[in-house]
């Protein structure tokens, strides 16, 4: 598979939200941007609404491509995600919401056509405010 890292996350948020849509969930929104915030996918489950940190790699892969999401990014996705509601985006969506911040790892072997795909939901719970 060709290791360009915008190749690679393209199609890593691709599986991911096929994935996601087989669980039931309807993405919202795929690569939404404010400014310097993006959120990978954003997506809706009954009453709950996930943001999803998509982490995509060609093996071999060095660490956990999950472990990338570290306190800094844990930040700026929550920063997103209220950028995201104070968007207008909420008008959509049911007045009862339970957010929740997702990561999904997706990690591509030989050609791309083979991968894994791991998910973590609830894979942190916000401490800022």
């Known amino acids: 598979m060709k290791t360009n890292r915008a190749v690679v996350g393209r199609k890593g948020e691709e599986e991911a939200s096929r994935y996601l849509m087989r669980l039931g969930h309807k993405i919202l929104a795929r690569n939404w ?10 997506s809706l489950s009954g009453q709950e609404l996930h943001f999803v940190e ?27 995600a209220q950028a995201f509601l104070h968007a207008g ?23 791309g056509a083979d991968f894994e795909i791991e998910y973590y939901p609830q894979a942190f719970i916000p401490l800022y405010a």
């Open 54 to 80: 998509v982490k995509s790699r060609v093996a071999p892969v060095m660490a956990e491509p999950q472990r990338n999401v570290g306190c800094e990014k844990q930040r700026r996705l929550v920063a997103a």
């Open 89 to 111: 985006e909420r008008k959509e969506l049911p007045a009862d919401l339970e957010v929740f911040f997702d990561v999904m790892s997706v990690v591509f072997y030989g050609t």
């Open 33 to 42: 941007r404010s400014g310097h915030l993006e959120l990978d996918i954003v």
